[in-house]
């Protein structure tokens, strides 16, 4: 099931990785990708924390250019169009409206930031900043009278959780061993230069053993954890654990575009057409307490969004209008900043190599997921010295999979998909083309009616779907497949949740005889 390779205990890897976030994905993929032999482990599903928890984006940060964060941005840019070719499925362009606050930031200030965001990256496929009279453009309908003035902008939007889930199916195709809920219960320096990691089962609660020249942990908001109580090193590095939260509510405008919303503690809110019928609302940045595990959007941050852009909107939501929140924890490097909003979001790696002979530790602090690929491109050259005779970097010109079509092929793909297969409704021949691009035709296979695909879940969502999450993309749970592969838990009834939890406990159940011959 989900191809995972029969690597016996103690078999040496040339790298294990701890952590199957964007950035753990992002590094196997890299790395077997250059012929290194990669294990991965996951403790949860994949992207189950701060990786699907983002404002889904791929934006160079332009508040960041106040706090002089000019590196990160230009990197964060350059990386727009590099990532939405590689990926035009589950990436796309995305106009921002910046309505100009009197009172704020002044109108030549905003001109002069959006100057630098059009020129420091490269831009070649997105347009540029152009300014909006707000009387006149429809973008100017659902806002307060007073916003005569805006800007708009590009930047891309993202399905976090999916580009996860994408580097992580690349790397196992590319021979990586991924194995979710596996925590790493311990990792030890051995005697003979190796790692021994002591690796948990967390659905058998079986523990197994594995080898590795080197060690990445990529443990996110459990990065400090992962040092202090499974390497059991102790050291000065600290991250910063910051809660983002988001809220979703009905579709508060028409158009396609996003707004960007200027506040006057000097943060932004944007808002963001959501799933065709809903909002996007974020973010906040406080401090965190507790587990990373334990996020969740509180009532202060709740309000704080609601405040935001009752600020802008003629008719702005409720709490009754609410229909879902999420939140995540960002793992952001101790810079000592006083604020959450100014640490830094840049990445920071940290090699820890006690002595000459013994395998590294590569630590993996902060980090956006802009910037994923090009953080595995930097975490493989810390580890070039430790493993020789790999190749170069190739990720740049590379599609994820189903995404090997043009930038601007989406509505092409939809048309022909729906041309073969006739019986899917408009909707769901669009969200297929989103999730898969071109490997939608693999899930359809030779179906010639609906009912060839199996038990209906509602919202277009089939068996046949299901099946292909399952061992393609390693879903065990119905949560995984409602908000992590997809967000059809927006539009799936209780009943329909629980028709599909219960099919997938079937699928995904130990086969008894295999389970008797393990014994």
């Known amino acids: 099931m989900n191809d995972r390779q029969s690597v016996p205990d103690e078999a040496v890897h040339d790298v294990a990785i701890i952590g199957g976030g964007v950035n753990g994905c992002g590094i196997a993929r890299d790395l077997a990708g250059r012929g290194a032999s990669v294990l991965l482990c996951e403790q949860g599903d994949l992207a189950q924390a701060t990786s699907s928890a983002s404002t889904k984006l791929f934006h160079g940060g332009l508040r960041y250019l106040e706090h002089y964060e000019f590196r990160l941005v230009r990197e964060a840019l350059v990386e727009r169009e590099t990532l939405l070719r590689a990926m035009p499925h589950i990436s796309w362009p995305l106009r921002f409206v910046l309505p100009h606050h009197e009172g704020l930031r ?94 948990r089962d967390m ?43 988001h809220i979703v509510t009905r579709r508060l405008f028409t158009h396609d575009r996003a707004y960007i919303f200027q506040q006057t503690d000097g943060r932004i809110v944007f808002a963001i057409p959501y ?6 609302i974020g973010t906040t940045d406080a401090d965190h307490q507790g587990p990373p595990s334990e996020a969740v959007c509180t009532p202060e941050e709740r309000d704080y969004l609601l405040n935001a852009v009752a600020g802008y909107f003629e008719q702005p939501p409720t709490a009754a209008d609410i229909v879902w929140t999420y939140s995540g924890v960002r793992p ?5 900043a006083s604020a959450a909003a100014e640490a ?27 910037t994923y690929r090009r953080l595995a491109e930097a ?30 092929g989406v509505a092409d793909l939809v048309r022909r998909l729906a041309g073969d297969y006739p019986f899917l409704d408009p909707a769901t021949a669009k969200r297929l083309i989103r999730a898969y691009g071109t490997q939608a035709w693999d899930i359809l296979g030779t179906a010639r009616a609906a009912e060839e695909l199996g038990e209906a879940f509602g919202a277009g969502l089939t068996a046949a779907e299901v099946r292909w999450l399952i061992t393609r993309e390693w879903a065990v749970e119905a949560e995984d497949v409602l908000w992590r592969r997809s967000k059809l838990g927006l539009r799936l009834s209780d009943s329909q949740k629980e028709r599909l939890a219960r099919f997938m406990r079937a699928e995904t159940a130990p086969d008894p005889i295999e389970e008797e011959t393990a014994q």
């Open 332 to 336: 952001l490097f101790d810079d000592g």
């Open 275 to 280: 799933e065709g019928d809903f909002t996007l």
């Open 203 to 245: 659905r058998g609660d079986t523990v197994s053993t594995a080898r590795a020249r080197t060690l990445v942990n990529a443990g996110g908001p459990w990065v400090q954890d992962v040092i202090l109580n499974r390497t059991h090193r102790d050291s000065a590095d600290r991250i910063r654990l910051v809660r983002g939260s």
């Open 106 to 199: 002044p109108a030549w200030l905003l001109r002069l930031g959006l100057f630098l965001y059009d020129h420091l990256g490269g831009r070649e496929i997105l347009p540029g900043t152009r300014t909006l009279d707000l009387r006149m453009d429809d973008a100017g309908a659902p806002l307060k009278a007073q916003f005569r003035k805006g800007f708009e902008y590009s930047d891309c939007w993202v399905e976090d959780s999916r580009l996860v889930v994408l580097n992580a199916r690349d790397a196992a195709d590319r021979g990586a061993d991924i194995r979710t809920r596996t925590r790493c219960e311990n990792a030890t320096r051995d005697t003979d230069g190796l790692w021994r990691l002591s690796l």
């Open 344 to 370: 830094t979001r840049d990445y920071v790696l940290k090699l820890d190599r006690p002595g000459e002979g013994e395998p590294p530790l590569l630590n993996i602090f902060g980090g956006k997921i802009t």
């Open 379 to 408: 975490a493989a050259a810390k580890l070039a010295p430790f493993l020789p005779g790999h190749g170069a970097a190739w990720t740049a010109g590379a599609p994820l999979p189903g995404g090997d079509f043009p930038v601007d």
